[in-house]
């Protein structure tokens, strides 16, 4: 266990979790912002991405389970990522899209900003989202977050219109 919240537990990812990940990347409706739904190999390739980055970092998407039922539903966790020449720390999250509209993933995303902050020590943090991804952009909201540029991101060949939200730990202080 990574992170623990009042209903969440996050932990590390591992390629036992494929077939509930697959259900997350797989779904055409889940996965809309990034205009197509994943293969296996873009799944394997995915998970192996966050084993990469928990060996080189020792934090990258971690899976997100339900403490009552111990399912997977989700994904959440913090990334090294371009915002179009200067690096940040992304608080990233993606979930089965049956649990959507239950808090899950801003209760994720809450902890996992915390983390950044308390545990790597971040002045700042981001999440990157699609222009039109608003379910996201109301979670980084929910997360403290203000919208500070908009940059385009080439992906599977296509122009991608990114908005990078974030919040500094002094401005989630101040609010406090």
Known sequence: MVLQTKRLILRRMTMNDFTDISEILKDQKTMYAYEHSFSDQEVYDWIN???????????????VILKDSGRLIGQCGITIQDTGGREVLEVGYLFN????????????????????????????????????????????????????????????????????????KSELTNRQ
């Open 49 to 63: 991405r966050q084993l990469d980055r928990y060996e080189k970092y020792g934090f990258g998407l971690w899976a």
């Open 97 to 168: 899209r049956r649990f959507w509209h239950c808090g899950y993933a801003c209760e994720a995303a809450r902890a996992c900003r915390d983390y950044a902050f308390q545990s790597l020590e971040a002045d700042e943090v981001c999440s990157i989202i699609r222009t039109n991804n608003l379910s996201s952009q109301r979670v980084a909201i929910r997360n403290g977050m203000l919208p500070r540029s908009i940059f385009t991101k080439r992906y599977m060949g296509i122009d991608m219109p990114h908005i990078v939200f974030s919040v500094t």
